[in-house]
Structures are given as structure tokens and as C-alpha cells.
């Protein structure tokens, strides 16, 4: 399909459009290009777009992608893109000055399979215009930069490479770029600090998301990222393609067998500091799951000393979001699974990202498939003192895993909660594999089973344990044993019941807890007169779901302690929580990005006190 002076304005490609090949020429300085807005383009083969000659900089000769457009190119693509000119396509960054965005680039230099700042990276500041940024130092690049700098100081956007990194696998420590024209092969991650000052005219009215543009050659085809060489090593690696990821696709490609579980950093981006020791953030779990659909436990924020070195837990924690297509410029962690499980090899070494891994799923769309049809499982929060921090556990059901590890169904845990952590525990499984800790873990259900349930503490402490989601479970109740004392404290009651039931409680001293407690499960409810019945204070509040205001108001008139808030939808599904929240006469909780529909939130106070309340959310 030759597209040789094909418009002199608008090209406009619909959700069907299809070509074997694709050529973009300009004639001179005349202009030549494709603009496609909200829909899919698909070429079969290859791409080539190429200015005329004494064509300026920001000539218009290419394609540019807009309002969220895509492109994917097939799987049995013969021939290279190629040509001077270049695709464009916006992604915005969600973060200021001060929070690092994980990114991958979907276009590489021409002429080479690499990528640099310098020459693929612009600001956005109009539909087709856009300006080159300047890569000016304002800091220090070990990470202690002067507190309050910012990216952008003026209308035109400056990027300081004092936090521009990469990462190398084979050593296991950040790589700091520096030069904004270094290069970066294609499919390797970097990040990168955003800015605090708006540029690009309508395109960026928000100083914590900016828009950029990406602008060069179209990757497409296979691209390689070597993993680390030992077990649970990381790789900073990013969606390669101006299109969306299919995560499960690319995890479950038999030449991928090295991956052991996709990693998202998060952090808290209401801190406003370039220091380490103010920072707080994680990583969060990703895997395909037993069913396919994907399965996500949120980080729990840590802080860090000087070095970057995590040390405590904040109490703070990541968001809890469909994670399992990658955006356009998505960049995130793989960790590196060493033996494969079921012959006992060892797997390859590098993931290979390919357009058959490729599909147009816009952002926004991902919540569809959180359905809760075809998926199992129990969501535990492990809370630890007073509330200071909690581990993010996934427990799910499906006939076709094993007790021992499945790749795939059951996730790496991260284990970096500093001085108390808890977690799964595979032992060993048939194949000899040695010790796995895990934050996900898929097991066939049977009422009888007991699931080892691990807690690391370096100094004595309270923990607390407790079901905070369930989604369509086989038993009536779930239960902590202690092996000890042969004690069995319910975690929630009947399954049927949204956010009810019973949190059990520990105290223990500073050790490694591995054989001890077990997750049991009960096929009917029991009277358990070990534990004290809950006392009713829901005539001492009061709710209020302002939908003006987009909020929840709780008044809280005689100041009891509350522990935590849950808001659950009607399926089950926990979507929001709060925990140690204190004494006080009022509370507000947002409920800005709410879909319209009926919640149920569950109170709970110090006294085991649960008052629960039906709220109608509507934001429209």
C-alpha cells in the first residue's frame, strides 16, 4: 500500500484497517502522513517512512498516533521498518519532579535497533508540533540531589539526567545513563523523574502527568532482554511496541520459560524529596495465574537509607490496579526463574518480546478483565503492629496446580518488608527444587489441606491476620492453625457474607516462623467460645455517601478507636481500605473513581466492634 503524497492534511484509519505493507514518502517539503485517532492500525509486513529531501526536523512525514490509536504489525513480518521518518505517540507519565516512572520505549533510532533520549523523546505541544526537551543537570546522579529541584523551570521542558537509570542484570545494580544521547537497546527499561512545571499547551494541564511524545522507527518483530543469572535476579525491561502488551502472551511463550514473575514499582508520590531516606516504594507482583487472567498483590512501601538500601516498612502502600497489559511506554521488572519446575533444566536466559505478544486494548479498558468469573481465591492482608505496615498474600484455587511450585500460578515474594515479613512457604517440591518463598500461590483445593504460612520478625510484634477478600471460595470458613498449641483462629466467616467475619491475632517474639502456622480451611461454620464476641456500636455512627463531593463522611461522636475501613463492591471485591486510622469525631474517604454502583463498607474499632453500612456511589 503506497501512501506516496498521500494528504495534504488528515489521514483517518478505522478499527478494521489493514495493510500488507505501508509506505509514507514525502515529495520535497511537501507534507505526507497518516493521523489515526482511537483505533487499531495493522500493517502485516513492514513500514517504511521516509522524508524528502531539505524536509526540516519536525517535518510532517509519518504517523502519528493519537487519542490512544495503536499500531501492531503481524507475526510472520518479512522485511524490517525502515525509511527517515518516524511514527509518533504520546504517553503520559503520572508522576512530578520528585517520583520515578518506569518506562520503555516503542520506537528506536533510525537505522539502529537502540534508543536514545536525545533523538526519540520530545515535548508534546500540539496535535502534529512538538519541541525538542533539554537535558540540563540539576542534581547529583547518586541519587541525594538537592531537595526542591525540578525537572522544568521554564515553558520549555528541561530533563535533568541526574535520574536517568538503567539497570544491569548481570550485576544486579542500577546503571546510571547520565548523557542523554547514550543509548539503550531496544526492549530495555530505563527511568526516569517527571516535572513540575506544565508544558505543551492543552496537551499538559496537570504538573504531575506530563505528556511525551516518542518519535522515531516503529519497533516490531523479536526483540531480546537478557534476564540475571541467578535465581530472582531482575531485569529492567518495558513494553517494546507503540502498542498495548499482552503480559499473559509473553509470560507463557515457551521460549520465556526464564521468567518468573513480572515486577511494578510504586511508591508514594505525595513525598516530595529527591532523598532516599524520604522515599517510599515497592514492588508489586505480577503473574498469569492459574486461570489466565492475571493475578496482582500491591507492594508494601519501604524506606530506604542513603544508599538505596530498603530498611523499614512505611505503612503506606501500592495502588491495585489490572496490570496485565502493558501500555505504550510501560516499563517494569522481570525476575528470573533459574530451574524449570517440571524438568528440572535450566531455563533460558533471555526473554524474547513478539508481535504475536502484541494487542490493542486501550488504557482505561483494563478493568474489564478483573471479572471475577473463572477466578478463586483469598486475599490476605498480614498486618503487623499497630497497624504499620501489612503484606499483600494471594491465595487462589484451581484444579490444575500442584502443592508444590507452579510457574505462572505461584509468584517469587519479593521479601523486603525490613524487620517483619510474611509470606507462603514451599519447602521443596518433586523435582528437588530447593526452599521458594512465595507472595501468590495457586493450590487444588480439598477442605482438608493446610497451606504453610510463614512470618519472618526481627523483633517481637503483633500480627494480625485476615481475609480481606473473597471471591468465589469452595469453603464456608477459613481458619489460622497453630501447630504449637493445636489452636485454630477464624480469619472470616461464611463466604457469603461481604467483609464479615474475624481477624485472628498473634504475639510473637523475634524468629523465623516456617513449620508452624498453616491456612485450614472448615466446610461448615463452628462456634469457636476461644473468641470474644463482637460488640455492637453501629447505633454510635453515622454515614454519609456525598456524591457532590465524591466522598464518604463517617462521624464518629464518641471517639472510638477504629482499626481499619473496607469498602467492598457486590461481587466481593475489596477496592478500598484503611487501616490504624485512629480517634477522631469525623472521617472522609474519596470515592472519586468509584464506577457507579452499591458498596458495603465494614468498620471495624479497637474492640473488634464492626459496624458495616450500604452506600450508593453515583459520579456521573
Excluded at 520549555?156 to 547520565?178: D, R
Aim: one cysteine or more; aromatic letters at 12%.
Amino acid at each position: 500500500m503506497d501512501m506516496t503524497k498521500f494528504l495534504s492534511l488528515l489521514g483517518l484509519f478505522t478499527a478494521t484497517s489493514v495493510c500488507a505493507q505501508l509506505t509514507v514518502k514525502q515529495d520535497g517539503t511537501s507534507e505526507a502522513y497518516i493521523y489515526v485517532t482511537d483505533q487499531v492500525l495493522y500493517v502485516a509486513d513492514d513500514i517504511s517512512v521516509t522524508k524528502g529531501a531539505g524536509s526540516t526536523a519536525d517535518a510532517k512525514a509519518g504517523i502519528y498516533l493519537r487519542e490512544d490509536a495503536q499500531l501492531i504489525q503481524g507475526a510472520t513480518q518479512s522485511t524490517a521498518n525502515d525509511g527517515t521518518g518516524f511514527i509518533s505517540v504520546y504517553q503520559d507519565s503520572n508522576s512530578d519532579s520528585f517520583d520515578y516512572n518506569y518506562w520503555g520505549s516503542p520506537v528506536s533510532n533510525a537505522g539502529t535497533n537502540a534508543f536514545t533520549l536525545a533523538e526519540g523523546l520530545y515535548d508534546a505541544t500540539d496535535t502534529l508540533a512538538a519541541r525538542t526537551i533539554v537535558f540540563q543537570n540539576v542534581g547529583f546522579h547518586n541519587g541525594q540531589g538537592r531537595s526542591g529541584l525540578d525537572y522544568s523551570v521554564d515553558t520549555q521542558l528541561k530533563i535533568s539526567p541526574t535520574w536517568l537509570y538503567s539497570f544491569n542484570a548481570a550485576t544486579q545494580n542500577w546503571q546510571y545513563i547520565g548523557a542523554s544521547s547514550q543509548s539503550l537497546p531496544s526492549g530495555k527499561g530505563f527511568i526516569m523523574k517527571g516535572t513540575n512545571v506544565t508544558t505543551g499547551g492543552s496537551y499538559n494541564m496537570d504538573t504531575n502527568n506530563q505528556y511525551y511524545e516518542f518519535r522515531g522507527r516503529a519497533n516490531s518483530g523479536d526483540i531480546q532482554v537478557n534476564l540475571g543469572t541467578t535465581e530472582n535476579s531482575m531485569a529492567l525491561a518495558g513494553n517494546p511496541y507503540p502498542s498495548a502488551l499482552d503480559l499473559s502472551a509473553f509470560f507463557n511463550d515457551p521460549d520465556n520459560n526464564g521468567v518468573a514473575a513480572i515486577m511494578y514499582w510504586d511508591e508514594d508520590r505525595t513525598v516530595n524529596s529527591h532523598y532516599y531516606v524520604d522515599n517510599k516504594g515497592g514492588y508489586g507482583t505480577w503473574i498469569p495465574g492459574a486461570s489466565g487472567l492475571g493475578e496482582y498483590v500491591v507492594p508494601t512501601f519501604m524506606n530506604y537509607e542513603n544508599g538505596g538500601v530498603a530498611t523499614t516498612s512505611t505503612g503506606t502502600y501500592g495502588e491495585d490496579i489490572v496490570r496485565r497489559y502493558a501500555p505504550i511506554g510501560q516499563g517494569f521488572m522481570l525476575k528470573r526463574l533459574l530451574v524449570d519446575p517440571n524438568t528440572g533444566s535450566t531455563t533460558n536466559d533471555v526473554a524474547t518480546f513478539k508481535n504475536e505478544h502484541r494487542t490493542f486494548v486501550q488504557e482505561g479498558e483494563e478493568s474489564i478483565f478483573r471479572n471475577p468469573e473463572g477466578r478463586s481465591h483469598t486475599r490476605f492482608h498480614i498486618i503487623f503492629d499497630n497497624y504499620s505496615h501489612y503484606r499483600d498474600l494471594l491465595l487462589t484455587y484451581h484444579e490444575r496446580s500442584t502443592l508444590g511450585f507452579d510457574r505462572g500460578a505461584d509468584a517469587p515474594h519479593p521479601m523486603d518488608a525490613g524487620q517483619k515479613e510474611a509470606y507462603f512457604n514451599i519447602q521443596n517440591d518433586s523435582n528437588g527444587m530447593e526452599q521458594k518463598n512465595l507472595a501468590i500461590q495457586s493450590v487444588p483445593f480439598s477442605m482438608n489441606m493446610s497451606i504453610p504460612i510463614a512470618f519472618k520478625m526481627q523483633q517481637q510484634g503483633r500480627v494480625r491476620i485476615k481475609a480481606a477478600e473473597e471471591l468465589n471460595v469452595p469453603y464456608h470458613r477459613v481458619l489460622l492453625l497453630d501447630t504449637q498449641d493445636n489452636m485454630r483462629y477464624p480469619i472470616m466467616g461464611e463466604s457469603s457474607s461481604i467483609g464479615g467475619g474475624l481477624t485472628a491475632q498473634l504475639t510473637l517474639p523475634a524468629g523465623t516462623y516456617e513449620n508452624r502456622f498453616f491456612i485450614v480451611f472448615e466446610d461448615a461454620p463452628e462456634e469457636d467460645p476461644g473468641h470474644p464476641d463482637t460488640r455492637t456500636v453501629a447505633d454510635d455512627f453515622d454515614f454519609v455517601q456525598d456524591n457532590r463531593a465524591k466522598k464518604l463522611e463517617v462521624s464518629n461522636p464518641e471517639m472510638y478507636k477504629v482499626d481499619e475501613v473496607n469498602i467492598y463492591d457486590m461481587s466481593g471485591k475489596l477496592v478500598y481500605y484503611a487501616y490504624g486510622l485512629g480517634s477522631a469525631s469525623r472521617y472522609s474517604f474519596p470515592t472519586y473513581n468509584f464506577a457507579d454502583g452499591v458498596y458495603m463498607v465494614r468498620l471495624v474499632t479497637e474492640n473488634d466492634g464492626v459496624v458495616s453500612y450500604k452506600m450508593s456511589v453515583m459520579n456521573r
